[in-house]
């Protein structure tokens, strides 16, 4: 959910799909899956990225001298082995840190967890705004990168040991059942039913009224801002 290509910046090419091909752990479920279509030897950068608006991480006090640990755990399966970078940042795009974790079987699922250190600097939004930027790299060149142990004044996708999964054709990259949760322990994939989504969902569903209340109402399914 909410999850996208944040940009394929550089002269690869690559198509994203959501397949029914999920851990042992957790059965039935689906997962993103990207497939290059064609290699670029020297990226600017291919991110996977997830936001999280302000409303659902302001309890988490990052930009603030009480910024709390979180941590970061979701399932990876990848036919190119080697050293990949999560990054995490604020909306704005002027604070991120990258962390590293290591794929070490190829087209195998492997859980990774990542303790997160709150950032004390900075500002984060707090309303319906962008509030704290995931991002999972799959490449990227030495503008986006910074050194892995603490927070940069800059965006940020990873170091300069990521592994370039764009250097192969026909490479995949597949993320599933992310969670971001206060402390530094992972609990167990939260599921919800269908009942809890829908309601989750309402907050962004609209009925526009242009007839008067009339047959001809419109339904709109309203998005997160960007």
């Not at 989504?197 to 609209?206: E, G, M, T």
Request: aromatic share 8%.
């Amino acid at each position: 959910d909410r999850l996208n290509i944040e940009g394929l910046q550089g002269g690869g090419t690559a198509n994203m799909q959501i397949v029914s091909d999920s851990p042992d752990a957790l059965p039935n479920m689906r997962s993103a899956k990207v497939t290059v279509t064609g290699t670029d030897s020297s990226p600017t950068y291919y991110t996977l990225r997830h936001i999280i608006e302000g409303v659902n991480c302001k309890h988490l006090g990052f930009g603030t001298s009480n910024a709390k640990t979180a941590t970061l755990s979701f399932y990876v399966k990848s036919s190119v082995t080697g050293t990949f970078c999560i990054a995490v940042g604020n909306g704005a795009n002027n604070r991120g840190r990258p962390y590293e974790y290591t794929i070490s079987s190829a087209n195998t699922w492997e859980k990774k967890t990542i303790v997160v250190t709150g950032d004390t600097s900075g500002t984060y939004e707090t309303g319906t705004g962008r509030g704290i930027i995931l991002r999972w790299c799959m490449g990227v060149g030495s503008a986006r990168q910074a050194a892995a142990g603490s927070y940069s004044a800059q965006e940020v996708h990873g170091t300069s040991n990521q592994t370039n999964l764009f250097a192969t054709n026909g490479a995949t990259f597949q993320i599933a059942a992310l969670q971001f949760e206060e402390g530094s322990n992972a609990t167990d994939f939260e599921r919800l039913s269908i009942n809890e989504d829908l309601i989750l969902c309402q907050r962004y569903f609209w009925i526009l009224d242009d007839k008067g209340g009339g047959s001809n109402d419109t339904l709109l399914a309203w998005g997160r801002p960007e």
